[in-house]
């Protein structure tokens, strides 16, 4: 089945060999037999909607310590920084506030890190309760209780991603472990903590996913260029379709949070060893790669019209994300193309993949060469994302 409200592609039909054992001892036309049925039907929508309420609950139960007086208050500083974006994308729906006079006060400074693709939904969520004229102090609740929403948001991808990997029970397991799971992500997530961290890893999901059954559908339906030379796009609907949603995923994490290039150039790793992979096995590259090209075309463009920053700047939405986005598609499509020429020439297949990794070696080589401060601002912002550095600050071990 492909529409995704019942089932991904490839769903394990575990529950209906279920269902046939149960048949066995329960006849189907009885009022037992038709409530077992409908159970065992729709027990996994049953049991994440109850972890979502019950993440909704663990995170939302101590709100009344962050009220005092009538006033509403946050826990720790960032939220401060959201506040201010929110009531000002509130009043100017659905622009968020380019820079920040308080933010290295008194000089202030650009903060496109804080004026995200989070700030604009809260503030949108806040006019919605408000009816377009959301108080200050509704704003406030509003932010209050976000990370709450998002935190517990991310079970949905959970579940869809241990789905790809063992089924609907696969799907409960992995929701079941994200919902008792503690440490930071439960920490960023609790009501008052309004950052960035719980809708990063709610969009992070989401774009993982749709690479995920993008990826798949790919290995399904084998796109390939005579294709788009016959202008077939009913062939091309689900590989394409799929690869723009997790493109569209991308691009929201983006977003959310500019250093979530780290995503693309994992997903550019991926594409230089899967391809290559692919040809190996006597498989036409190309199913992938014009998959994740359109990946990398979707984020691209979408990251590039959010941009605030023209130089490349890891930390706002600048040239960096598009302009690597944008080679990825490069990337993904030049490699199918070298596959091509490899089979038109008869070259041996094992020379592929050594091309392609030495000729990848001699690039790095020559980038640190001829322009040392831009490859090892590259290297250090990588170290830093992942939270390898030597002597990392506060913040950064946060994010890492």
């Known amino acids: 089945m492909r529409e995704l409200a019942v089932s991904l592609p490839n769903e394990r039909p575990e529950g209906s060999r279920l269902m046939s054992s149960v048949n066995e001892y329960i006849d189907e036309d009885s009022a037992a037999g038709r409530v077992a049925e409908w159970l065992f039907a729709w027990y996994h929508v049953l049991i994440v909607a109850g972890l979502f309420g019950f993440m909704v ?70 006019l919605l309760v408000g009816l377009g004229s959301p108080s200050e102090e509704l704003i406030r609740l509003v932010t209050l209780f976000s990370p709450v929403v998002f935190g517990a948001a991310i079970v949905v991808p959970t579940y869809y991603l241990g789905k790809r990997m063992g089924g609907r029970f696969g799907g409960v397991i992995a929701a079941l472990v994200l919902a008792l799971g503690a440490g930071e992500l439960l920490q960023r997530s609790l009501v008052g903590f309004a950052d960035h961290h719980a809708p990063e890893v709610l969009f992070q999901a989401i774009a993982v996913l749709g690479i995920v059954i993008a990826v798949r559908v790919a290995q399904e339906e084998k796109p390939v260029y005579e294709l788009f ?86 930390i706002q939405l600048s040239l960096a994300q598009p302009g690597l986005a944008f080679a990825g598609v490069a990337w993904s499509l030049g490699l199918s193309w070298l596959a091509r020429e490899w089979d038109r020439r008869d070259l041996d297949t094992w020379q592929y993949p050594v091309t392609i990794f030495g000729g990848l070696a001699v690039g790095a080589a020559l980038f640190a060469l001829l322009l040392p401060d831009l490859f090892w601002y590259f290297v250090d912002q990588l170290l830093r994302f992942v939270g390898f550095t030597v002597n990392p600050t506060a913040s950064a071990s946060t994010v890492g």
């Open 57 to 126: 609950w663990l995170r939302a139960r101590t709100w009344g310590r962050f009220v005092t007086d009538g006033t509403v208050l946050f826990g720790g500083n960032d939220p401060w920084y959201h506040l201010r974006q929110i009531s000002y994308t509130v009043s100017n729906w659905p622009s968020t506030m380019p820079f920040d006079p308080w933010t290295e006060f008194p000089t202030g400074t650009f903060v496109g890190q804080f004026g995200t693709f989070m700030d604009q939904l809260v503030a949108t969520a806040a």
């Open 229 to 314: 030379a016959d202008r077939d796009w009913e062939a091309l609907r689900r590989p394409l379709g799929w690869a723009t949603l997790a493109g569209v995923g991308v691009g929201l994490y983006l977003w959310t949070w500019p250093p979530a290039i780290l995503l693309v150039g994992i997903l550019g790793v991926y594409v230089t060893i899967q391809l290559p992979i692919a040809y190996l096995r006597g498989e036409s590259p190309e199913h992938v790669g014009i998959v994740t090209a359109t990946i990398f075309l979707v984020a691209g463009v979408l990251s590039l019209l959010r941009i605030t920053s023209f130089d490349l700047n890891m």
